[in-house]
């Protein structure tokens, strides 16, 4: 039996998460259009933007899909177009895309680039001549 979800829809301010209208009008080309049904049978294809809308505030907020606002539609189905669009390279098309664009506007300086990474080992846990405890399953250490 499948359970109710008691979730209460927020209350929604048209926009304050929503993609602004300039990068959508940038990227929705980018998205590959919806897959055609053989039969009639089904629910329709979902609205590209709500669900894009959806995967940016998980990817956002770290939620789990499933916790999803309910504005967004289902956490699944926006999973579901998630992994399809990773697949097709839609969000790396969309970071170039954005880059190229603030290149334009703001100038990047490639000539001087980072990466950031963890280059200092984790340090050892206890001291390095300490005495090595005696495990149970050693031989000399069971009882008769």
Not at 54 to 76: A, N
Not at 79 to 88: C, E, G, I
Not at 133 to 144: A, E, L, M, V
Request: proline letters at 6%; a positive charge.
């Amino acid at each position: 039996m499948r359970r109710k979800e008691n979730r209460k829809p927020l209350q929604r301010i048209p926009g304050w998460r929503d993609l602004k209208d300039e990068f959508w009008d940038e990227v929705k080309d980018l998205i590959p259009p919806a897959k055609k049904k053989r039969t009639k049978q089904g629910r329709p294809p979902l609205d590209i933007r709500r669900v894009m809308n959806g995967i940016f505030y998980v990817l956002r907020t770290g939620c789990q899909w499933k916790m999803m606002p309910k504005e967004y539609g289902s956490g699944s189905s926006a999973h579901r177009y998630f992994q399809r669009w990773v697949k097709a390279g839609v969000f790396k098309k969309m970071w170039k895309r954005c880059l190229k664009e603030y290149d334009e506007l703001k100038g990047i300086k490639w000539e001087w680039q980072i990466l950031d990474t963890q280059t200092v080992q984790s340090p050892v846990k206890g001291e390095k001549n300490r005495e090595k405890p005696h495990g149970s399953g050693k031989i000399g250490d069971k009882t008769t």
